[in-house]
């Protein structure tokens, strides 16, 4: 028999409730059996008040090297206005390591958590691959005359090819993984026509490759209006970073909102990583009343990732099992805290 090997997971539980979800996720990782080990890092508001720093200068070389994956809880903080260590812990991490597809499997659990009117859990259950390195969020751009009333202000789209071509990859070879037959791309080509060309036509081109999935295309304004409308037509979707963001939070008020969401920000080989949708909520922070579950469906998201499928699915069904017989948090109609929603799940999965 070959020996097991143990996966080394960084953890990063970051500020406000992201130090209540995070151990509780571990919790529930634990008591799977999963063969990995935690290595905590304190990369935080806290840290960078006491002391000015936000991660190590050699930190994100040191986890590409040293660790199989990164679980992170939340970041941001009120107490540090600008977020700095927010945008160099989280930013740093998506963009200087390179984790191009940020995966948002979008899954409604019971039809209690859907705003829509007869919804079935068949009926919700697609995944949005996020380009997660490029677009709008590279802070190109300027402004000229600011604060006059002739203000010019420009945002640069930065789309390219390479960019382009890696995620509309990875969307049909997640889709081709995952035994789905379809893959749509959405953009809004027909006024932003220099980056919506580029998109379509890689898009077609990188689809003869995989003849067993159909691809499909909706502008995304469209789009938006289909997935409130009929969400079942959707198995994978993929688009750029700003279209991906604002999809992506329609997508999660389907399915049960913030608490339950979980997310992956990938590069295929390398050191990945995972994390809950939501952020800090510091209003809910210390009141053990946030959910666990987007947490601990982000562990389960990284086993999978890292292979350890078996382990993913006990905890994927306990999170099921919980949303069903409401052992949750208010937020999704049950009346446990924290603590006590995890450690039930951590039941179930033992
Ligand atoms: N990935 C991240 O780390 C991330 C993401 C979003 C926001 N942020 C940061 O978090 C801070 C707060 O941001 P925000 O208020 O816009 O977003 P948020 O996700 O923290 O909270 C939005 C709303 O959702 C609720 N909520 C969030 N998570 C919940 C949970 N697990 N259980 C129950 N309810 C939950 C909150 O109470 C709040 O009403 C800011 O500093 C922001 O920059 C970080």
């Known amino acids: 028999m070959s020996p097991v090997t143990t996966k080394k997971i960084a953890v990063v539980p970051g500020d406000g409730i992201g130090q209540e979800v995070i151990p509780q996720a571990l919790k529930v990782v634990r008591a799977s059996g999963a063969p990995v080990g935690f290595t905590e890092f304190d990369w935080s508001a ?37 977020n700095i260590h927010a945008k160099e812990i989280l930013l740093g991490m998506r963009f200087q390591m390179d984790l191009y597809a940020n995966v948002r499997p979008v899954r409604l659990l019971d039809e209690s958590l859907c705003p829509l009117k007869d919804a079935r859990p068949e009926d919700i259950d697609f995944t949005i691959i996020r380009e997660n390195t490029e ?28 960019g382009v071509e890696r995620v509309i990859r990875f969307a049909f070879d997640y889709a081709r993984a995952q035994g789905r037959r379809r893959v749509l791309m959405t953009d809004k080509s027909n006024v932003m026509t220099y980056a919506g060309g580029l998109w379509q036509r890689v898009f ?26 009929e969400p079942r037509q959707f198995e994978v ?29 990938i590069h295929p080989g390398r050191t990945s990583m995972f994390e809950p949708v939501h952020g800090s909520a510091p209003a809910l922070a210390g009141k053990n009343a946030a959910n666990p579950i987007g947490a601990i469906a982000a562990a389960a998201m990284m086993l999978a990732h890292l292979g350890l499928n078996p382990y993913a699915q006990k905890i994927e069904g306990a999170i099921l099992e919980a949303v069903r017989q409401k052992k949750t948090t208010s937020d999704v109609g049950g009346s446990l805290g924290t603590r006590e929603c995890a450690e039930w799940i951590a039941g179930q999965v033992r």
């Open 204 to 229: 077609k081109e990188v689809a003869q490759g995989y003849p067993e999935i159909a691809p499909q295309h909706m502008y995304v304004d469209a789009l938006c209006l289909a997935m409130v409308r």
């Open 237 to 265: 979707i993929g688009a750029n970073n700003l279209f991906g963001d604002i999809l992506t939070d329609l997508a999660a008020a389907l399915v049960g909102g913030l608490g339950v969401a979980a997310s992956g920000n």
């Open 135 to 162: 677009g709008v969020y590279l802070d190109m751009g300027g402004s000229f005359k600011p604060g006059t009333p002739d203000e010019v202000a420009t945002q640069e789209d930065i789309n390219t090819r390479k």
């Open 46 to 82: 806290d840290r960078y008040l006491r002391d000015g720093s936000t991660i190590p200068p050699d930190g994100f070389a040191m986890l590409a090297r040293e660790f199989d994956a990164i679980l992170v809880g939340a970041l941001g903080d009120p107490r540090v206005p600008s």
